[in-house]
């Protein structure tokens, strides 16, 4: 059946590029089995990783709790990390540490990259970029989707109201804001939402019974144009993903809701969309003051503890959902642009600092806590600030690598001018 039912899985606001740019012509395919996917969650604003994975070795924990007379967690608040001794989780992060506890899941510490920068439009865009300093301004995303071929319609997407850097390059990459919006008319002639959306935004009357709009000039009249004019009726299929499945529940929140939306798009296989990678936001980590409530650093309403928790449920709720089969194929990846410094200032928060972590969410994760030997707190950098011992990029290559099967040649265009060192929390 032609021009039933659009998609129903992209947003009202994939308006910034056509989705019809290219087809590939394979999978990424680890090994030639299925298709291997990833998910990037930033973190902006740069996360107290002190706060996050906290250091509980006797010397360690002294240290930390007197740079952080108010900020700091006694031992019994933290959760514990299954074959950890050195570190334990920020409560807030329970969620999470029960799948680092089953071995699906890492957290890794001391990261950041040479020549460091504490502004936040700096460092986010060397992540994005993966070339600090550099001044390249396509994404490490796109470039991986440059250098790769897959089967999918929309192979990568950005969920979201903002355009991240690490989308930006020549393949056009969609933003979405609002799954479930995207339909155009159906056989009554009823228009879809988007059409709707369209209509009232630029003033346009829509066709009545026909899925095509014309005249308009411009790329999202062009990308429904596009779609409507293709046989869409395998697409059908594709209403049965908006279930959420094993018991999963998301938080009701802005996260929580994107997150559920992710999954949907992450369980469509290659015959049909063929989503590889998506990228998202996750705000409000500048804790320069009141990053705790008055209940202190435990109390839910305080500004880390609710992000924290807020990002743990998000996951653990899409793990859950995604279910272990489907996991096999998928890796989470959390990153911020940097961490905070060690002591706390005079507003009950944390300033911008150097050593930040990320967490990586896969089925062949190797130990729950990575990131080569811990710098500690007796060697701060600059006199206020965690050092650090791995390179970011070592962390993106590791995941391109080992989960989606990438070559070093291929890698070295995507993260160009980097030497990888081994961080192996994959296996």
Same mark, same amino acid.
């Given at each position: 059946?032609?021009?039933?039912?659009?998609?129903?899985?992209?947003?009202?606001?994939?308006?910034?590029?056509?989705?019809?740019?290219?087809?590939?012509?394979?999978?990424?395919?680890?090994?030639?089995?299925?298709?291997?996917?990833?998910?990037?969650?930033?973190?902006?604003?740069?996360?107290?990783?002190?706060?996050?994975?906290?250091?509980?070795?006797?010397?360690?924990?002294?240290?930390?709790?007197?740079?952080?007379?108010?900020?700091?967690?006694?031992?019994?608040?933290?959760?514990?990390?299954?074959?950890?001794?050195?570190?334990?989780?920020?409560?807030?992060?329970?969620?999470?540490?029960?799948?680092?506890?089953?071995?699906?899941?890492?957290?890794?510490?001391?990261?950041?990259?040479?020549?460091?920068?504490?502004?936040?439009?700096?460092?986010?865009?060397?992540?994005?970029?993966?070339?600090?300093?550099?001044?390249?301004?396509?994404?490490?995303?796109?470039?991986?989707?440059?250098?790769?071929?897959?089967?999918?319609?929309?192979?990568?997407?950005?969920?979201?109201?903002?355009?991240?850097?690490?989308?930006?390059?020549?393949?056009?990459?969609?933003?979405?804001?609002?799954?479930?919006?995207?339909? +155009?008319?159906?056989? /009554?002639?009823?228009? #879809?939402?988007?059409? &709707?959306?369209? !209509?009232?935004?630029? *003033?346009?009357? @829509? %066709?009545?019974?026909?899925?095509?709009?014309?005249?308009?000039?411009?790329?999202?009249?062009?990308?429904?144009?596009?779609?409507?004019?293709?046989?869409?009726?395998?697409?059908?299929?594709?209403?049965?993903?908006?279930?959420?499945?094993?018991?999963?529940?998301?938080?009701?929140?802005?996260?929580?809701?994107?997150?559920?939306?992710?999954?949907?798009?992450?369980?469509?296989?290659?015959?049909?969309?063929? +989503?590889?990678?998506? /990228?998202?936001?996750? #705000?409000?980590?500048? &804790?320069?003051? !009141?990053?705790?409530? *008055?209940?202190? @650093? %435990?109390?839910?309403?305080?500004?880390?503890?609710?992000?924290?928790?807020?990002?743990?449920?998000?996951?653990?709720?899409?793990?859950?959902?995604?279910?272990?089969?489907?996991?096999?194929?998928?890796?989470?990846?959390?990153?911020?642009?940097?961490?905070?410094?060690?002591?706390?200032?005079?507003?009950?928060?944390?300033?911008?600092?150097?050593?930040?972590?990320?967490?990586?969410?896969?089925?062949?994760?190797?130990?729950?806590?990575?990131?080569?030997?811990?710098?500690?707190?007796?060697?701060?950098?600059?006199?206020?600030?965690?050092?650090?011992?791995?390179?970011?990029?070592?962390?993106?290559?590791?995941?391109?690598?080992?989960?989606?099967?990438?070559?070093?040649?291929?890698?070295?265009?995507?993260?160009?001018?980097?030497?990888?060192?081994?961080?192996?929390?994959?296996?």
């Amino acid at each position: 059946m032609r021009r039933r039912t659009l998609l129903k899985l992209l947003g009202a606001g994939a308006v910034a590029h056509p989705l019809m740019a290219g087809t590939a012509v394979r999978g990424r395919r680890k090994g030639g089995g299925a298709l291997k996917k990833m998910v990037v969650i930033f973190l902006r604003g740069g996360n107290d990783a002190l706060n996050t994975l906290v250091p509980v070795d006797a010397g360690q924990f002294g240290m930390y709790t007197s740079m952080r007379p108010t900020l700091a967690f006694t031992q019994p608040q933290l959760a514990n990390i299954t074959g950890s001794s050195f570190f334990a989780a920020n409560p807030a992060l329970q969620p999470i540490v029960n799948i680092a506890n089953a071995g699906n899941l890492a957290f890794v510490h001391s990261v950041s990259y040479p020549g460091y920068d504490r502004s936040h439009f700096e460092s986010e865009s060397y992540y994005e970029t993966s070339v600090p300093g550099n001044g390249l301004l396509d994404g490490w995303l796109n470039r991986y989707l440059q250098n790769t071929s897959g089967p999918g319609l929309v192979r990568g997407i950005a969920v979201g109201w903002n355009q991240p850097q690490s989308v930006l390059g020549p393949i056009p990459i969609p933003i979405s804001t609002n799954f479930g919006n995207i339909a +155009v008319a159906d056989d /009554t002639g009823a228009p #879809g939402p988007l059409t &709707t959306l369209l !209509q009232d935004t630029y *003033g346009l009357a @829509p %066709t009545p019974g026909n899925d095509s709009i014309y005249t308009t000039g411009t790329q999202i009249f062009d990308m429904i144009a596009g779609f409507a004019n293709r046989d869409l009726g395998e697409y059908e299929n594709l209403a049965s993903l908006v279930h959420i499945e094993n018991g999963a529940v998301y938080p009701n929140t802005s996260l929580g809701d994107r997150m559920m939306h992710v999954a949907q798009m992450m369980k469509d296989d290659a015959e049909f969309i063929g +989503v590889e990678l998506a /990228t998202l936001d996750h #705000g409000g980590f500048d &804790t320069h003051s !009141q990053q705790i409530s *008055g209940g202190g @650093p %435990t109390d839910p309403a305080g500004q880390h503890f609710r992000i924290l928790n807020d990002l743990a449920q998000s996951m653990a709720a899409f793990y859950t959902d995604m279910g272990p089969t489907r996991m096999n194929d998928i890796c989470l990846m959390v990153v911020s642009e940097f961490g905070r410094q060690v002591e706390q200032n005079d507003s009950s928060g944390t300033d911008h600092g150097v050593g930040g972590m990320a967490i990586v969410m896969s089925n062949n994760i190797s130990t729950p806590v990575s990131g080569n030997s811990w710098p500690g707190l007796s060697n701060i950098l600059h006199g206020d600030s965690l050092n650090w011992n791995v390179d970011f990029r070592d962390i993106y290559w590791e995941v391109l690598s080992r989960h989606m099967g990438l070559d070093n040649t291929t890698l070295s265009t995507i993260i160009p001018g980097h030497t990888y060192t081994p961080v192996n929390f994959m296996v």
